[in-house]
């Protein structure tokens, strides 16, 4: 099992930054990709940002240039720092890892943490 415990939510203005944490425990050594993702109320979850093991990066198009996720392995953590926020950025955004066991790919989620961007 792996436990993913968020942090960094809150509220910014519109333009402002955000920094988002989340610090993976439990069977980390076995762990795949890691990433964020997020859910605006009335709406699906989506993709936000991940990144491999080996430290390649995916971004939604919408996030490009805006969002930079890192990941470090020796800490097992994995942050998106969130610049340029827009309103439309408002959502719970969760922290995502993922497995593969027994060649299946098993996902695990933090338990969210709230981006409010507003004046």
């Known amino acids: 099992q792996v436990q993913l415990v968020e942090s960094g939510g809150g509220l910014v203005q519109p333009g402002g930054s955000l920094r988002l944490s989340c610090t993976a425990s439990g069977s980390i050594g076995s762990i795949n990709a890691m990433g964020w993702y997020r859910q605006a109320p009335g709406k699906q979850r989506e993709l936000v940002a991940t990144t491999s093991s080996g430290g390649s990066t995916n971004y939604a198009d919408s996030m490009k240039g805006r969002f930079t996720i890192s990941r470090d392995n020796a800490k097992n953590t994995v942050d998106l720092q969130m610049n340029s926020l827009k309103p439309e950025d408002t959502a719970v955004y969760y922290c995502?890892?993922?497995?593969?066991?027994?060649?299946?790919?098993?996902?695990?989620w933090g338990q969210g943490t709230q981006v409010t961007v507003s004046s």
């Open positions: 995502n890892a993922n497995r593969i066991v027994y060649g299946f790919i098993v996902d695990y």
